[in-house]
Nanobody, 116 residues
Framework: QVQLVESGGALVRPGGSLRLSCAGS????????MSWHRQAPGKERELVAS????????NYADSVKGRFAIARDNAKNTVYLQMNSLKPEDTAVYYC?????????WGQGTQVTVSS
């Protein structure tokens, strides 16, 4: 069964940090481009960060540059999102995505809430 399972979402105070994880199974994880997206209430889903299959190249939304870092461990079929200096506007459901050619897989999402 092809699936992505996210974990690590939580309630955190402004300025805090979280690390999200996304474990893939049922497909050849190492050939897929991986990315994190988020969707806040009443807003469209947006790309947060992406990483190539080898991990050599990454891309970030302007709103998270310098604060978030995406990484992957192909031996563990896992992609991570390290989030630092969190702001209330980072509050959203965070989704993991895997893409290879015309195949896309989505996770179920994990809630991140930044509030004092």
């Amino acid at each position: 069964q092809v699936q992505l399972v996210e974990s690590g979402g939580a309630l955190v105070r402004p300025g805090g940090s979280l690390r999200l994880s996304c474990a893939g199974s049922g497909f050849t994880f190492s050939v897929y481009v991986m990315s994190w997206h988020r969707q806040a209430p009443g807003k469209e889903r947006e790309l947060v960060a992406s990483i190539t299959s080898t991990g050599r190249s990454t891309n970030y939304a302007d709103s998270v540059k310098g604060r978030f870092a995406i990484a992957r461990d192909n031996a563990k079929n896992t992609v991570y999102l390290q989030m630092n200096s969190l702001k209330p506007e980072d509050t959203a459901v965070y989704y993991c995505n895997a893409v290879f050619l015309n195949t896309a897989v989505w996770g179920q999402g994990t809630q991140v809430t930044v509030s004092s």
